[in-house]
Nanobody, 111 residues
Framework: VQLVESGGGLVQPGGSLRLSCAVS????????MSWYRQAPGKEREWVAG????????NYADSVKGRFTVSRDNAKNTAYLQMNSLKPEDTAVYYC?????WGNGTLVTVSS
């Protein structure tokens, strides 16, 4: 069972990144997916979620209107499109399915 995040990096304020979460070892389409993040010195917080078929999404207020969660069940992959990034979005981003977590990918928003 594996969840592997990718797509993180350094981006300037106002920029965009797309994170991916590639899943293997279990039936991806059977699970809703969530994205979380953990900023330095802070607790991990929920960012966004998407239902099993992708028809339902929800977001934390802090990212609503800027982030979009999606999934491709044929590719066993979930995505987090992040636009209008702010320095306060700097964090390690994790995907989660059921009780399973990925190892995270670092997003740094800085000029």
């Amino acid at each position: 069972v594996q969840l592997v995040e990718s797509g993180g990096g350094l981006v300037q304020p106002g920029g965009s990144l797309r994170l991916s979460c590639a899943v293997s070892g279990f039936t991806f389409s059977s699970y809703s997916m969530s994205w979380y993040r953990q900023a330095p010195g802070k607790e991990r917080e929920w960012v966004a979620g998407i239902s099993r078929a992708g028809g339902g999404t929800n977001y934390a207020d802090s990212v609503k209107g800027r982030f979009t969660v999606s999934r491709d069940n044929a590719k066993n992959t979930a995505y987090l499109q992040m636009n209008s990034l702010k320095p306060e979005d700097t964090a390690v981003y994790y995907c989660k399915a059921g009780i399973r977590w990925g190892n995270g990918t670092l997003v740094t928003v800085s000029s």
